[in-house]
Structures are given as C-alpha cells and as structure tokens.
C-alpha cells in the first residue's frame, strides 16, 4: 500500500482549498477517459460536451496524442496515473484558474515529454515535435471555457459546501474519522504519522521537508495525488453530492419562487449568507424550528438555497438566486 509519513506540523497547518484547475482536470477526465458505467451526472456531462471535445482533438494532431497519452489506466494491482504537469498543487483560496495554469506551462517541452514518457513509453511523432506546451494550454483552456467557467459560481459553492461538512467532520471525529471519507476507502490513517493514500505497493513519501499539504474537493469520482517535490502536496478528491440539484427535483422554481413572500422568510434567506443550521436560525430570528424548516422547504424549492450535511447538522446557505434576492431584500 502507498503511505505517506506526515509531520504533526504539516498536518496542522494544512487546510482544504478549492482549485478551479483541478476542476478543470476532472471535467477533462470524465471527457478523456469515457467510462460507459460512469455516473448520471458523468453521462449528462459527457452528452453536453463529449462531440466538441472530440472535435477539438480532430483540429490538431498534437491534441489528440496529448489526449492518448497523458493517462496510464488501472489495471490489476497497477495504479492508474496521470502526467504530473496536469496537477501541481492549489495555490489556494483567491488563485483564478488562469494563476494555476501559469504552474503547468512552467513545465518545459522536455520535461512535458519526459512525464509523458513515463506513462506511455514511446510517444506519437505528433507529441514529439515542438509546441507541446502551446498545445496543453489549449486543451486545459479549451476545457474551462467550454464546460466549466459559467458553472463555476455553483460548482464553487458545492465545493465549499463539502469543506464546510469537512471541517464539521474534523471537530467530531479528528483527522482520522476525515481521511476515510476523502474517497475510496483505501485511504485511512494508520497511527504515528503514517496516512494510507491507497492501494497499491508504493514506496513511501517522507514529507518532513514539505511545506504545505492541502485537500482538494473536485467533481470527479476518482482521487488523485499531487506534488510539487519537495515542499508541496495535495490529495484531491471526490466531493459529497457532486453536481447535485440545488433543491428537489419536481419542484417549479417559478412556482416556488412565487411564494417568496413575509418578513420571517425574507429574514431566514438573509441570514443564510454564510451555512447555518435550522436551530442555529431558529435562535437567530426566534421563530420555531419548525417554522424555519418549512421557510427552509420553500427556500430549497426555489432554489434559492443548497444543503449539506455536515456531521449531525444539514447546513443551508444561499445560491447565486439566493444571493441576488438577498441583495433586492436589503
């Protein structure tokens, strides 16, 4: 199994973190790696945007060599890997996914070409020639563009959602109760520094001269390791509820939002600028519980809150509709 030794420092000091280029990755992932098993919202996915991806590598060559050889598929006690230029760690909160490209086309055409090698051995004549990196920007900004950057606004609040649980998650069960849910259940921690990080017979990674260490949700049902040796790593994940609908699926948003009306409901939605629970609410604008779970029921209807469970308490807080009736209210 591949462990990795973390000091009690590190791990102190580190925190998880959204990445719009992860995203990217796993939205290029589900697109490059078509699994005819995947997940209904994997098929939605790929129905909306599988026919233009594949456009994209018919317009070049390079394209569709990169395409061919930056994955290493599972197979039997084989890990599957990607090219580590796909996936430096985060910079963190704030970084825009044009920053976090900027770490990939650091990575000079020999250096691309050797981690390319590593995966697939000989390359295509296409990969070969120069303009590689050229190439992975457009394939990586073709896919932000295209398929992630208008959703980003919801993608991002789901994500954040997920650390929100995360972080609940940490205060009543510690670190070890967090890491065996970060994904597949290879993942655990072993006691005296020592974290799991799956399956496979690895060699272990001492991270005594490392730096920073992050965890990273992305909308994938794969995990993944990145590094920038010797001082950076991250473990991304899948996040809880991917791409999951913002409240229940019958519902009319027009109907429901219809219905948006009184000083008490008005007075929930503005609280939920940042997650709160339904008692949490209930103290706040001193109304019964069970009167702010029916506000809560419309609310999620219209689709102008989201939900997660975080421990023992489900969270809500505004969407992007959310945030603009907010901001009418005041």
């Known amino acids: 199994m591949g462990t990795w030794v973390i000091p009690a420092d590190l ?64 197979r039997g006690d084989r890990p599957g890997w990607m090219a580590d230029f796909l996936t430096p760690p985060p910079l963190g909160d704030g970084a825009t996914f044009e920053d976090e490209l900027a770490q990939v086309l650091a ?12 995966l697939a051995g000989d ?5 070969e020639r120069s303009g590689i990196n050229d190439a992975v920007a457009t394939m990586l900004g073709w ?45 655990r921690w072993l006691g005296d520094g020592i974290l799991q990080v799956d399956g496979y017979d690895l060699p272990t990674r001492d991270l005594s001269d490392a730096h920073e260490l992050s965890f990273v949700p992305v909308h994938s049902d794969g995990s993944w390791l990145a590094w920038d040796l010797p001082q950076r790593y991250a473990i991304v994940y899948p996040v809880s509820g991917a791409l999951a609908s913002t409240g229940s699926d ?14 008490n409901r008005a007075g929930v939605l503005t609280l939920l600028d940042s997650p709160r629970s339904t008692t949490q609410l209930a103290a706040l604008t001193q109304l019964p519980v069970g009167a702010v779970g029916n506000h809560l029921r419309v609310l999620l209807d219209a689709g ?26 005041t």
């Open 143 to 187: 896919i932000w563009t295209a398929t992630v950057q208008a959703d980003w606004p919801r993608r991002r609040r789901v994500l954040e959602a997920d650390i929100v649980s995360r972080a609940s998650q940490l205060a009543s069960e510690g670190w070890a109760g967090v890491f065996a849910t970060l994904g597949t259940k290879q993942k």
């Open 11 to 74: 791990l102190a000091e580190s925190r998880f973190v959204v990445s719009p280029l992860h995203e990217t990755v796993a939205a290029l992932t589900i697109l490059s790696r078509v699994d005819a098993n995947g997940t209904p919202w994997q098929r939605s996915f790929r129905a909306a945007y599988l026919e233009a991806y594949r456009d994209l590598l018919a317009s070049d060559p390079m394209l569709a060599a990169l395409d061919a050889t930056m994955w290493r598929p599972r």
């Open 107 to 118: 990575w000079d055409e020999p250096r691309m070409r050797a981690g390319l090698r590593e």
């Open 250 to 263: 019958s519902a009319d948003p027009a109907r429901a939002l219809a219905r948006l009306i009184g000083a």
């Open 304 to 329: 102008v809150v989201m939900r997660r469970r975080a421990g023992r308490e489900v969270l809500y807080w505004r969407t992007a509709l959310g945030e603009e009736l907010a901001s009418s209210e």
């Open 123 to 127: 390359l295509p004549v296409a990969v």
